[in-house]
């Protein structure tokens, strides 16, 4: 045994706790620890089986991840050797019977997988999330999951990372029983009726792996899907790999192809780069200058001004936590819109089988729609969501003032307009705050926190707490024009645009980005939230532009034209009724014309040179965003990207990514284009010091505190 690892007797049945808060991960020691404690209770003659339990609220949520980051750095050296502990465990002469309650995940399955028996609370959830970080189970999971749930749904299990509910378990095959109250209680009760049963290994069946008729199918399918669904990464593939080899060679060689198949995923650039965002987004919520300890604010009740596209999916957002929130706009028919939009969204989500009716309806209990303020002054935390001008925020603001009780947060939705000028209108510029959800609210994960000059420490760590409530990653940033993400997307769309400007059709541009990974092309992006939108804020900054600076044009000719983007039916692309895009014959030609009028040079320009000026102007937009203090760590501008722009995972984060390419390459090739291309592209000053110094953004920390405006 170890010190994480313990045992007692309950009469006849030895109770093996596992504890190593806080998620009882498998750090070194605890493997160990459990194959010592299952030795010292199989020589005890009293003990006819065995229960294995996690302390706390959770199970085990699998190996210990920074194990893997000193592996892959050359910290450690050797094995974590798993898969030997596990097989000790299976040959147990005396039943063990497995426990679980919240997470059995990865390694934790996999534990679970070499115990003979399972059972589990109903609120326990069973997975092989290990593709998340870019690698596959490595304890046995693609050899032990096919053989008790059969190949297709360890396919889609180890290859979507989901994990299942205890009911679904049960069906599966996965756990032998739910256990309805206490659940020690309930495993050890199950145990006595083991004991003295004959011992069934995992490793031993094979009735549920099919024939290799039945199998080539589904494998062929898996590997079709894999292709398409997960472009470019490689541990989905591997993990129907290694599920294959279940299927072919027996239980030990099978594992010795997953080993193969885990250290070749493992020390591949796409797993460093998603264990990095996988600490990163753990990391925003650690501010050095606001304590673990801050005391928080409640915020039992919400308040929203506005009920248009973001107050109605904040209000949904709202709803889906539990909070109950009262949805205010001054226009009756606005009002009406928003809650039949509101409707629309959850019916759309019942049809999906996302939610039950009934959840449903609880939801919509939890929104009441009001034309006056006369609920707010019970909120706790009121969030703006009204047109994007400064006047009406500071009109509302004032009067958010005047009706919200003393110590309420007071947060704005605003995408570009200064915190602190909307705070200034208020008596309590301490309580005010950006609250920047995108679009859609109810689905897109990222939250961008936004500190204003004055805001307090309390609201800020309240603000952070709430997101992780509200299901949200929330990254605090500071106050500057387009906060983070849309200050790094402006330099991004704008590439786009002089790219097309320069002879690369909008398909070859998006489709370049695409295969890259990024979710979206840019310009399908520009399509989708309306081209007037930065068309506006263009018109609105023009004088901020430095003077002789380049200025994209065509784009602003489509929105004049009217070709707004999808609402028009037409921008880059033109749709159909039902959204679909299609290339438009009408805009190559307007292309070749304006490009002929403008005198604009026309070439071939490749996919390299597409990619590296989109994301290139990305990163180099963040290097000053980092140096400047508006972003805390470059961590912080990776889980932006990552969880708000569709930038693929499996490559880190701009960055991240950055960083892998070497900043010295990245600085000489922004420098190239910045002969070619002009002031736009003059290199951040944290990318040279960085490309001179042999540094890193990751490594890079700035002394003073994070910046304000
Ligand atoms: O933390 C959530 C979660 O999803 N964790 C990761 C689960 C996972 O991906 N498990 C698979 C790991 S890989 C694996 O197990 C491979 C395998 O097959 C083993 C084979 C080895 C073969 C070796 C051959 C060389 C979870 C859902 C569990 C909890 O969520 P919460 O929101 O409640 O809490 P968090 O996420 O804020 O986490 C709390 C603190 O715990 C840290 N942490 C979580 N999982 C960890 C872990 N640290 C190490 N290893 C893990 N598996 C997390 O970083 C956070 O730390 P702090 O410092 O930020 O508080
Ligand atoms: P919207 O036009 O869809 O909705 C604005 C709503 O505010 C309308 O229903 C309007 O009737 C209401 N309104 C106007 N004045 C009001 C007042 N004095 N009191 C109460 N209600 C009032 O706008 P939207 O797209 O939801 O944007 C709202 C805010 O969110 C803006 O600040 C915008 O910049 C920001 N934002 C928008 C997006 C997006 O993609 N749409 C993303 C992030 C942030």
């Known amino acids: ?375 707010f002054a019970s909120a706790d935390m009121v969030i703006e969501a009204v047109f994007e001008t400064m006047p009406l925020k500071k009109q509302v603001f004032a009067e958010l003032d005047r009706v919200m009780k003393k110590g309420a947060i007071l947060a704005s939705n605003t995408s570009t307009l200064n915190i602190d000028e909307i705070a200034a209108t208020t008596s309590r510029p301490e309580s005010v705050i950006g609250m920047h959800f995108f679009s859609p609210a109810n689905v897109m994960r990222l939250l961008e926190i936004v500190r204003g000059r004055r805001t307090s420490k309390e609201v800020i760590a309240t603000c952070l707490q709430l997101a992780r409530r509200l299901g949200k990653v929330g990254v605090l940033v500071g106050n500057c024009r387009g906060f983070v993400g849309n200050r790094m997307f402006l330099p991004y769309i704008r590439e786009a645009q002089f790219l097309v400007e320069e002879g690369a059709a909008p398909e070859a541009v998006d489709q370049a980005l695409v295969d890259w990974g990024m979710a979206m092309g840019p310009l399908a992006v520009g399509d989708l939230g309306g081209l007037d939108v930065s068309y506006r804020i263009r018109k609105e900054y023009r004088h901020l532009e430095k003077p002789g600076a380049r200025q994209p044009f065509v784009e602003d000719r489509l929105v004049e034209m009217g070709r707004l983007g999808q609402k028009t039916g037409a921008g880059w692309y033109k749709y159909d009724a039902e959204r679909r895009a299609s290339s438009d014959p009408e805009i190559s030609g307007l292309l070749r014309k304006w490009a002929a009028e403008s005198g604009l040079a026309q070439r071939q320009i490749s996919a390299e040179e597409i990619v590296e000026r989109e994301i290139y102007s990305l990163v180099n937009e963040g290097a000053r965003i980092l140096e400047e203090g508006y972003a805390l760590r470059a961590g912080d501008i990776d889980t932006i990207y990552v969880n708000g722009y569709g930038f693929p995972a499996y490559r880190g984060g701009p960055m991240w990514y950055a960083d892998t390419v070497g900043p010295k390459k990245v600085y000489e090739r922004i420098s190239a284009f910045h002969r070619q291309h002009g002031m736009l592209w003059e290199p951040a000053p944290l990318l040279e010091e960085l490309a001179t110094s042999g540094g890193t953004f990751a490594n890079f920390q700035r002394a003073a505190a994070q910046a304000t405006d």
């Open 1 to 375: 045994m170890t010190d994480f690892v313990r045992w007692t007797k309950q009469q006849d049945i030895a109770v093996i706790t596992i504890d190593n808060p806080p998620v009882n991960a498998l750090s070194p020691g605890v493997p160990e620890g459990i194959v010592a404690a299952v030795a010292e209770a199989e020589s005890d003659r009293s003990v006819k089986a065995l229960v294995l339990i996690g302390a706390g609220k959770s199970f085990i949520a699998g190996a210990d991840i920074k194990e893997f980051v000193k592996l892959t750095s050359g910290q450690r050296r050797g094995d974590i050797g798993i898969l030997a502990h596990l097989l000790k465990i299976e040959d147990s002469p005396k039943p063990v019977v497995v426990a679980i309650q919240g997470n059995a995940l990865g390694g934790g399955l996999e534990v679970a997988q070499a115990c003979h028996y399972r059972v589990a609370a109903s609120d326990a959830r069973l997975g092989q999330p290990e593709v998340n970080l870019g690698i596959i189970p490595g304890a046995g999971g693609t050899q032990r999951l096919p053989r008790l749930v059969g190949v297709e749904r360890a396919i889609e299990m180890c290859t979507t990372g989901r994990p299942v509910g205890a009911t679904e378990a049960a069906q599966l095959g996965l756990i032998d029983r739910v256990v309805a109250g206490d659940l020690l209680a309930g495993a050890v009760a199950f145990a006595r009726e083991v004991a003295g049963k004959p011992i069934r290994k995992t490793r031993e069946r094979s009735d549920r792996l099919g024939t290799p008729e039945q199998n080539a199918p589904i494998f062929a399918a898996a590997r079709e899907n894999a292709r398409k669904k997960y472009r470019n990464q490689i541990c989905q593939m591997a993990a129907i790999d290694a599920i294959e080899a279940a299927t072919r060679l027996p239980f030990d060689k099978g594992c010795q192809e997953e080993r193969r198949l885990f250290d070749h995923c493992l020390y591949s650039e796409q797993s460093k780069a998603q264990i990095h965002v996988f600490f990163a987004e753990r990391e925003v919520s650690k501010i050095p200058d606001i304590p673990k300890e801050m005391p928080l604010l409640a915020v039992d009740r919400m308040a929203i001004v506005g009920a248009g596209t973001m107050g109605g999916g904040i209000a949904m957002v709202c709803a889906n936590a539990g909070v109950p929130v009262a949805l205010k706009d001054t226009d009756p028919a606005a009002l009406d819109r928003g809650l039949a939009t509101i409707e629309k969204n959850y019916a759309m989500s019942v049809k999906r089988g996302r939610f039950t009716r009934e959840y449903v309806d609880e939801r919509l209990k939890l929104i009441k729609t009001t034309l006056s303020y006369d609920d």
